[in-house]
């Protein structure tokens, strides 16, 4: 359709759309003519699609971003325009802005400007009235043409047609054809005209709300099918209910009860409304209406003159309070308000009513069904843990070696107690993260554990050192001050593994001051009670929520979001448990948690140990090392060279054939996973050749070797490996020369 004739200075249309409709190439076709007559392009738009216009304006031939950096066209926020600076009534913005464009060269002003933030503000008719009545001096008396985008799904046909007496040209497309209707170019009278548009759009109307009926069913159910809680669920029936129609905007009360503090989700809802709502009074007439009635409506006219005030200035005709409820289970209340006269939520009620039991009866299914989802994603997450634990502590075993070889190099070199005391810690620690390796790669499988006596008071104070860095410079950089207070006085032994009793300590520890954000105190104590060790790990945290206090041993259970990942405390539990052990947790919010561990006494006598590394230079032996993780093969290098004995290094496949002809070796020490060939079958070529030679393998795999691979090999060494360890292993080839 032509549509230039219908466009020039001083005329404005008010441009007809709903959310099924794309008016943005009339917009482009609008612009288009206002490009060509040098006029200054304004777009102040609410919610419609830039690439949109863009694509159309590429359609008559610009170039999108050259038109907004020449300043030609300039897109601007309507809510900004009209509500934050109220437009409507400072006036003489726009005369300014016309002006400018004046002034700037241009021949006049072409604005579109959407009127939809009108609705979503404090509108009322008598505001926009009031604005388009001002608008007819400032069109006759400067060069201004504008299209006034109306969304009729918002504004309903009614409040359209009550403002255009003061402006009687209109545009509106039916499918793709686009209808003008102007004062001066008529086929037919004014009034024949607006009965034939009126007629049109309610029957537009109500075919659209009968297609929502649908839609809003079919979306609400496929929608909800995704969401992760009952209040999601909640919030997109909301949503829908408004998006719909059904009503301007509305909130939910999730605390159904006069004791439970209301707990509020909102969908457009003026805060002045939230605050009419909050009213102890209303929420009491609630309960107790609830329990004759299914559902409230509530008449603007009926209401108390101090309500009817607060309701009238939001311009709203009619609120619908409904229970979200199935049977005897009631998760809230839903209200909603309509500013649409012709569309009140009297005649919507009964649907809306059903609509909210269904909700509450898809809730309820939803939660029966996430305990199952829960139950078979933690079993996913359990398998899924298992598979990835080979290859990751692989990779962690050759980079614990080199630590551990290395610390223990230089515990052999240097004097300095001090340093050395350091270097015992990061041994420990090595050790320690060695033996979680080694516990998680046991993790799908069901294997006998090597227990140990452990002096549980050493085992807290090495954990205590463990953590100092977090406990003490970590939070002296965060400006608080955290002591650890310890009392042991157990002098105790327990039965476990050594490394998971630090980890037990490490981890009260470790949650304890991340519970105290702003400083405070830990205090550990130990004693016998008959035949246990009573352990108590105390701090002046944050403290639990009883919730939150049920559910702490739960796996992956965390209320640290994204820095933790909710296996601590399981894991503490399981090793307490493991030890035929108890854990008992107080906690009070702002008051802080104590945890109090009881482990069964176990009577030992203690061993010295032996601490030979050196060895005689009789009994030096000629090494060669394979592996292709330089820093792994350095670290054994300098362990082996510490015991004496006379090393080579081989990190390439290709060397290792002329190393062996190029000299003669008592032994090989070679890594499982060398590139392209495995330790296995370098172990087979080598005996091959020299069936004399020693070999020891090296692996941080736990897994089991077959029968017929281990007959080329003499020994097995896990990774991390200490030098003791190495030095024992040395000692079997000795002993066979």
């Given at each position: 359709?032509?549509?230039?004739k219908?466009?020039?200075?001083?005329?404005?249309?008010?441009?007809?759309s709903?959310?099924?409709d794309?008016?943005v190439?009339?917009?482009?076709?609008?612009?288009d003519?206002?490009?060509?007559?040098?006029?200054?392009?304004?777009?102040?738009?609410?919610?419609?699609n830039?690439?949109?216009?863009e694509?159309?304006?590429?359609?008559?031939?610009?170039n999108?971003?050259?038109?907004v950096?020449g300043?030609?066209?300039?897109?601007?926020s309507?809510y900004?325009?009209f509500?934050?600076?109220?437009v409507?009534?400072?006036t003489h913005?726009?005369?300014?802005?016309?002006?400018s464009?004046?002034?700037?060269?241009?021949s006049?002003v072409a604005?579109?400007?959407?009127?939809e933030?009108?609705?979503?503000?404090?509108?009322?008719?008598?505001k926009?009235?009031?604005?388009?009545?001002?608008?007819?001096?400032i069109?006759?008396?400067?060069?201004?043409s504008?299209?006034s985008i109306?969304?009729i799904?918002?504004?309903?046909v009614?409040?359209?047609?009550?403002?255009?007496?003061?402006n009687?040209?209109?545009?509106?497309?039916v499918i793709?054809?686009?209808?003008?209707h102007?004062?001066?170019?008529v086929?037919?009278s004014?009034?024949?005209?607006?009965?034939?548009?009126?007629?049109?759009?309610?029957?537009?109307e109500?075919?659209v709300?009968?297609?929502?009926?649908?839609g809003f069913?079919?979306?609400?159910?496929?929608?909800?099918?995704?969401?992760?809680?009952?209040?999601?669920?909640?919030?997109?029936t909301l949503?829908?209910?408004?998006?719909?129609?059904y009503?301007?905007?509305?909130?939910?009360?999730?605390?159904?009860s006069?004791e439970?503090?209301s707990?509020?989700?909102?969908?457009?809802?003026p805060?002045?409304m939230?605050?009419?709502y909050?009213?102890q009074?209303?929420?009491?007439?609630i309960e107790?209406y609830?329990?004759?009635?299914?559902?409230?409506?509530i008449?603007?006219e009926d209401?108390?003159?101090?309500?009817?005030?607060?309701?009238?200035?939001?311009n709203?005709?009619t609120?619908?309070?409904l229970?979200?409820?199935y049977?005897?289970?009631?998760?809230?209340?839903?209200?909603l308000?309509?500013r649409?006269?012709?569309?009140?939520?009297n005649?919507?009620?009964e649907?809306?009513y059903k609509?909210?039991e269904?909700?509450?009866?898809?809730?309820?299914?939803f939660?029966n069904?996430?305990?199952?989802?829960?139950?078979?994603?933690?079993?996913?997450?359990?398998?899924?843990?298992g598979?990835?634990?080979?290859?990751?502590?692989?990779?962690?075993n050759n980079?614990?070696?080199p630590?551990?070889g290395?610390?223990q190099?230089?515990?052999d070199?240097?004097d300095?107690n001090?340093l050395i005391?350091?270097?015992?810690?990061?041994?420990?620690s090595?050790?320690?993260g060695?033996k979680?390796?080694?516990?998680?790669?046991?993790?799908?499988?069901?294997?006998?554990?090597?227990?140990?006596?452990?002096?549980?008071?050493?085992?807290?104070i090495?954990?205590?050192?463990?953590?100092?860095p977090?406990?003490a410079?970590?939070a002296?950089?965060?400006?608080?001050?955290?002591?650890?207070?310890?009392d042991?006085?157990?002098?105790?032994?327990?039965?476990?593994?050594?490394?998971?009793?630090?980890?037990?300590?490490v981890?009260?520890?470790?949650n304890?001051?991340?519970?105290?954000p702003n400083g405070?105190k830990?205090?550990?104590n130990?004693?016998n009670?008959?035949k246990?060790?009573?352990?108590?790990v105390?701090?002046?945290?944050?403290?639990?929520?009883?919730?939150?206090?049920?559910?702490?041993?739960?796996p992956?259970?965390?209320?640290k979001?994204?820095?933790?990942n909710?296996?601590?405390?399981?894991?503490?539990?399981n090793?307490?448990?493991s030890?035929?052990?108890?854990?008992?947790?107080e906690s009070?919010?702002?008051?802080?948690?104590?945890?109090?561990?009881?482990?069964?006494?176990?009577?030992?006598?203690?061993?010295e140990?032996?601490?030979?590394l050196s060895c005689?230079?009789?009994?030096?032996?000629?090494?060669?090392?394979?592996?292709d993780q330089?820093?792994?093969?350095?670290?054994v290098?300098?362990?082996?060279?510490?015991?004496?004995?006379d090393?080579?290094?081989?990190?390439d496949?290709?060397?290792?054939?002329?190393?062996?002809?190029?000299k003669?070796f008592?032994?090989v020490i070679?890594?499982?996973?060398?590139?392209?060939?495995?330790g296995?079958?370098?172990?087979?070529?080598i005996?091959?050749?020299y069936?004399?030679t020693?070999?020891?393998?090296?692996?941080g795999w736990?897994?089991?070797l077959?029968?017929?691979?281990?007959i080329?090999?003499?020994?097995?060494?896990?990774?991390p490996?200490s030098i003791?360890?190495?030095?024992?292993a040395?000692?079997?080839?000795?002993?066979?020369?």
């Amino acid at each position: 359709m032509e549509l230039d004739k219908y466009f020039k200075d001083g005329v404005r249309y008010h441009l007809i759309s709903s959310d099924d409709d794309n008016v943005v190439d009339i917009i482009a076709l609008y612009f288009d003519w206002a490009l060509r007559n040098n006029k200054k392009c304004i777009f102040y738009r609410h919610n419609q699609n830039i690439n949109e216009l863009e694509f159309f304006l590429e359609q008559c031939g610009y170039n999108f971003n050259f038109l907004v950096e020449g300043g030609r066209l300039v897109i601007d926020s309507a809510y900004d325009y009209f509500v934050d600076k109220k437009v409507y009534i400072n006036t003489h913005l726009l005369v300014e802005t016309i002006k400018s464009a004046l002034a700037e060269g241009f021949s006049g002003v072409a604005i579109v400007a959407d009127r939809e933030c009108f609705f979503e503000s404090e509108y009322a008719e008598d505001k926009l009235y009031y604005y388009e009545k001002k608008l007819d001096d400032i069109f006759k008396s400067y060069p201004v043409s504008a299209l006034s985008i109306y969304n009729i799904d918002k504004f309903g046909v009614d409040g359209f047609f009550a403002i255009t007496h003061l402006n009687p040209n209109f545009i509106y497309k039916v499918i793709n054809e686009i209808f003008v209707h102007n004062k001066d170019i008529v086929s037919f009278s004014y009034e024949e005209t607006l009965g034939i548009v009126y007629t049109f759009l309610k029957r537009r109307e109500k075919s659209v709300r009968e297609n929502k009926i649908f839609g809003f069913i079919s979306n609400l159910s496929t929608e909800i099918s995704y969401k992760r809680d009952e209040r999601e669920i909640i919030e997109t029936t909301l949503k829908y209910i408004c998006n719909t129609n059904y009503a301007s905007f509305g909130l939910v009360d999730l605390s159904p009860s006069l004791e439970q503090v209301s707990d509020i989700i909102a969908y457009n809802v003026p805060e002045k409304m939230i605050e009419l709502y909050y009213t102890q009074q209303i929420k009491s007439r609630i309960e107790k209406y609830f329990n004759k009635v299914k559902y409230i409506l509530i008449n603007t006219e009926d209401v108390e003159e101090r309500f009817k005030e607060i309701l009238n200035k939001y311009n709203i005709f009619t609120c619908a309070i409904l229970p979200i409820k199935y049977n005897d289970i009631n998760f809230g209340y839903l209200w909603l308000a309509s500013r649409d006269v012709n569309n009140t939520l009297n005649e919507n009620a009964e649907f809306l009513y059903k609509v909210c039991e269904t909700v509450a009866k898809m809730i309820l299914q939803f939660k029966n069904y996430k305990k199952i989802q829960d139950g078979m994603l933690l079993a996913s997450k359990l398998q899924a843990l298992g598979e990835l634990t080979g290859g990751v502590a692989h990779e962690f075993n050759n980079i614990l070696t080199p630590i551990l070889g290395y610390v223990q190099v230089l515990k052999d070199k240097i004097d300095d107690n001090e340093l050395i005391k350091y270097l015992d810690m990061i041994e420990e620690s090595a050790k320690d993260g060695a033996k979680i390796v080694k516990r998680i790669q046991e993790f799908s499988s069901r294997r006998n554990k090597v227990v140990e006596y452990v002096d549980i008071d050493k085992a807290i104070i090495h954990s205590v050192e463990i953590t100092k860095p977090k406990w003490a410079y970590e939070a002296q950089v965060e400006d608080k001050k955290i002591d650890v207070l310890l009392d042991l006085k157990s002098g105790a032994f327990v039965e476990g593994i050594v490394t998971e009793v630090r980890e037990v300590f490490v981890n009260l520890i470790s949650n304890a001051v991340d519970a105290m954000p702003n400083g405070g105190k830990i205090e550990i104590n130990s004693y016998n009670e008959d035949k246990y060790v009573v352990i108590k790990v105390k701090d002046t945290g944050i403290g639990m929520s009883k919730e939150v206090l049920s559910r702490i041993f739960e796996p992956f259970f965390t209320t640290k979001n994204e820095r933790g990942n909710g296996l601590g405390l399981h894991i503490v539990y399981n090793i307490i448990t493991s030890m035929d052990g108890t854990i008992e947790v107080e906690s009070r919010e702002n008051y802080g948690s104590e945890f109090t561990i009881k482990l069964p006494i176990r009577e030992i006598k203690v061993k010295e140990k032996e601490n030979t590394l050196s060895c005689s230079e009789s009994n030096s032996l000629k090494i060669l090392i394979i592996d292709d993780q330089v820093h792994v093969a350095n670290a054994v290098n300098e362990m082996l060279s510490l015991l004496g004995h006379d090393c080579s290094v081989v990190t390439d496949n290709g060397e290792i054939e002329h190393v062996l002809k190029s000299k003669s070796f008592d032994a090989v020490i070679c890594d499982l996973a060398m590139p392209g060939i495995t330790g296995v079958e370098i172990a087979k070529r080598i005996k091959e050749q020299y069936p004399k030679t020693f070999f020891i393998l090296m692996t941080g795999w736990l897994g089991k070797l077959k029968e017929e691979d281990l007959i080329y090999v003499d020994e097995i060494m896990q990774k991390p490996f200490s030098i003791e360890e190495l030095r024992k292993a040395i000692e079997k080839i000795q002993a066979v020369r």
